[in-house]
Nanobody, 125 residues
Framework: VQLQASGGGLVQAGGSLRLSCTASGRTVSMYHVAWFRQAPGKEREFVAVTTKTGGKTYYADSVKGRFTISRDNVKNMVFLQMNSLNVEDTAVYYC???????????????????WGQGTLVTVSS
C-alpha cells in the first residue's frame, strides 16, 4: 500500500486542521492506520491509530480530547481532525499503516511497514 499525507499548513493557536491520508494500491480497510508526528530535534511520536477491524481508536495522552482519527474505507482515506491546536503540536505529521500489528504494538513506530511522506503543521502563538 502507498500512503500520501496532506492537509498540513499554518494555523494560529486554538485553531483547527484536518489531515488526510490517502491510500492506494490496497484497500485501507486491511490495515491499522496511525498518525505519528516529529517535531524539530525530537523523536517521532505516536499520535493516534484506528484499527482495521472493529474501528477502535487510541490516542496519545497529549492529544486526547482534541484530536479525532477516523477512516473512510470507501474513499480509501484516513483523517486526523485536530482541534484546539497549540504550539507544541507543531511537527511533521506522518501516516503509517500495517496489517498485522497486535494491540500492544499499535503505538510503536518501528512496527509499521508503510509510511507516507509527511505533512507539516505549524501552529503560531
Amino acid at each position: 500500500v502507498q500512503l500520501q499525507a496532506s492537509g498540513g499548513g499554518l494555523v494560529q493557536a486554538g485553531g483547527s486542521l484536518r489531515l488526510s491520508c490517502t491510500a492506494s494500491g490496497r484497500t485501507v480497510s486491511m490495515y491499522h492506520v496511525a498518525w505519528f508526528r516529529q517535531a524539530p530535534g525530537k523523536e517521532r511520536e505516536f499520535v493516534a491509530v484506528t484499527t482495521k477491524t472493529g474501528g477502535k481508536t487510541y490516542y496519545a495522552d497529549s492529544v486526547k480530547g482534541r484530536f479525532t482519527i477516523s477512516r473512510d474505507n470507501v474513499k480509501n482515506m484516513v483523517f486526523l481532525q485536530m482541534n484546539s491546536l497549540n504550539v507544541e503540536d507543531t511537527a511533521v505529521y506522518y501516516c503509517a499503516a500495517d496489517a498485522r500489528l497486535i494491540t500492544s504494538s499499535l503505538r510503536l513506530k518501528n512496527e509499521y511497514d508503510y509510511w507516507g511522506q509527511g505533512t507539516l503543521v505549524t501552529v503560531s502563538s
